[in-house]
């Protein structure tokens, strides 16, 4: 077995496509409609293309228990989930420089290091960088 896809509610998929490709830097790998006017959107890593997809799910407008959700997370804080990555302060620096919103900036916390963002669709996400 293994993790092919991995779906992110969001509650603007055109939103969400923008900020996680022009601000976070990953590849759309699909977009076809469906039904209702929303699509099958998927995303991949720069350096992984043929990794795990994530997929911009617009659950959270169709699905009541998944926007419930979604607000609890968000109103207490937790990331959605996280993107691991070679050096948070580097990550920080440069997605502050592009106004993203920060809740923890990079901090240590055991042999980790982490700063938790606002995706602008919902979530709280997660940098983490392994020390």
Avoid: C
């Avoid at 990331?79 to 050096?87: A, R």
């Amino acid at each position: 077995m293994k993790i092919t896809l991995i779906s992110i509610p969001v509650l603007d998929q055109e939103k969400a496509l923008k900020f996680y490709t022009d601000v976070l830097g990953f590849i759309k790998k699909k977009d076809m409609p469906l039904e209702g006017g929303n699509r099958w959107i998927t995303l991949v890593s720069k350096d992984a293309q043929d990794g795990p997809e994530i997929l911009l799910e617009p659950a959270p407008l169709h699905f009541e228990p998944s926007k419930v959700y979604q607000e609890a997370l968000m109103k207490a804080g937790f990331p959605y989930t996280q993107i691991d990555v070679d050096s948070v302060d580097t990550e920080y620096e440069r997605l502050t420089k592009l106004n993203v919103e920060f809740s923890v900036k990079p901090t240590i916390v055991g042999t980790v290091k982490i700063a938790v963002f606002n995706d602008t669709v919902g979530n709280n996400m997660q940098l983490l960088e392994m020390l």
